[in-house]
């Protein structure tokens, strides 16, 4: 049967305030704790909703309170509990009995813990989290979100990062291990020397040679790396035919590094770069490998707007470690155009400032300000010439004319001609983008795109540029604080659905402990903020039960609820008068 304890139903009696001390309970209840309780709870219904539909509303035993269980998962992730620590934090912390209104006694065992953390995984709830507590914080905290800015940082899973010869090691032994135990006599008939290779130790494959002749390498000493492919690829061959080793996990994985790993061209060679889509451990197949490192990424948007008392978090999307910035900023505009919170003004590093990207953005009512890129050091273009209001070249970056100057605005294409004798006497010439056009002449041609990354140059040597910039280094502090106090530098789990989760509850957890923060600013208590919405509940529910001769069981149970909010709002001058 299902559990539900509406929390927003406020209780007479409050053993929390009996249990602590008059500073610890006066901390508790004005920092995160209280903010979660009152604030964060009842929006979690979304979650509550997902876990009820996989139990019984009439038959089987009481499940556990769903909105403490809701809320366990989603803070736990943040303050990177281990499954032991959690059980223990909901069985026995006060402070997160009271964050989580957990009724006196209740406890959780590991089956328990482990099934919601499922539920709360496959069904991807914590996206749906993120999207509804940031949604209802940003209105509450009045934050502007006309201004944010975008950055992406790398996050580590809960698996070891294996070079590439180690990986193809461990890869032949996990291998040779399932073989032996399940298939005894062809893991006997292996040759003893490849057998012994992958026993256990794995230093020989770091060596500048293997330490065994090879007649397969015209009887001398192979390479690690030739060793590794010349045993992968004997294996593939051995017991492809097999269907019974052939169809297992270990040899799948087996197949699928050789196919990542080598160039068989008769003679197995190791890819000088296999990219970035490629198994980097087998105990996390979802991992990807980028120019940060194994693992995954984060995009993440927030605000900077000067008027807000806090900064939060808008939008976030996990992704493998491969995946490109300059490909993702699409994918952030179009996200926040479907959460209602895409901004006027946009800043970012210049990973993301094609002029692609720019366009896009622009076509979407956003002003993306982002460094261009594509200009090496000393090279010269169109910024270091004087166009006239036509766009055409008046003068080249060493202040001679050119012969002929010509722009098509239909086409959105340009040239210029200068004469051999300037253009091969030039100091510029070994920077200068012009070609040799014809036997004298020398051609500079242009584009609209050559044109806006000019004009967007231009505005970047400007002190404007500079003061509309700066706030943009704000997002790499929020990186390094999600890096330093909570898991994101390193998860506790593993694989794609259980890190993206752990990213969307993190993220959403930070705009909670943001909402604390703007809170004790402003000295606004979160209890008389619901007050309107007990107030809303109340004449809605007279008004739904006024009809009281049709009542059902559902009916009386949303009664008691209705009873006691009522003894809450006929006590409320009490409390107050209290200083409660």
Sequence with gaps: MIKIKDPRQPELFDRFSELLGPSAYKRMKNGWHGCFRECILYLLSVVVEKFSDNFSTLTGPETKELFSMAGLMVIKDFFNWSHVEAMDRYNADLTIQYALNIDQGVEISRATYFRYQKLFREEELGRLVMRKVTDELLQKANVDISKQRLDSTHVFSNMAVFSRRRLIHHTIYAFLVQLKRRQRPEYEALQEALRNRYSSDDGWCFAENSPMLTLHYGNRKATAEEQLGYDLRHLLER????????????????????????????????????????????????????????????????????????????????????????????????????????????????????????CYAKEKGIELIAPTTGKKKGQLGLEE????????????????????????????????????????????KANCPVQKYGKHNYKW??????????????????????????????????????????????????????????????????NIMQYAAYCLKTGKAFIWEELAVVFRLLWGRIAELSGFWRLNADDFRSWNIFYGQVRFFLYLPVFRKAGL
């Design 239 to 358: 017991f492809h035919a097999d269907a019974e080793i052939s169809n297992g996990t270990k040899y799948k994985i087996m197949r699928q590094v050789f196919n990542e790993q080598f160039a068989d061209d008769g003679q197995p060679q190791l890819k000088k770069n296999p990219g970035g889509k490629v198994l980097v451990n087998p105990s996390d197949p979802d991992a990807e490998i980028g120019h940060k490192g194994a693992g995954y990424q984060v995009q993440i948007m927030q605000t900077y707007g000067e008027e807000n008392e806090v900064q939060m978090i808008t939008n976030v999307l996990p992704q493998g470690a491969s995946a490109s910035d300059m490909d993702s900023l699409k994918t952030m505009v179009d996200m926040s155009i479907e959460s209602g919170t895409k901004p006027e003004k946009g800043l970012t590093d210049a990973g993301y400032g094609s002029d692609d990207n720019v």
């Design 385 to 428: 010439c004087v166009l006239d209001e036509l766009n055409r070249i008046e003068r080249c970056p060493a202040g001679k004319r050119p012969m002929k100057s010509r722009f098509d605005h239909d086409k959105g294409k340009g040239y210029a001609l200068f004469f051999r004798d300037v253009c091969e006497k030039c100091p510029h």
């Design 445 to 510: 041609e242009y584009d609209a795109v050559k044109l806006r990354l000019r004009e967007r140059r231009l505005h970047e040597r400007t002190p404007e540029f500079k003061s509309e910039y700066r706030p943009r280094g704000g997002i790499e502090a929020l990186n390094g604080n999600l890096k330093q106090n909570t898991a994101l530098r390193r998860l506790r789990c593993r694989g794609k659905t259980a890190v993206y989760t752990a990213i969307y509850t993190i993220a959403a957890m930070h």
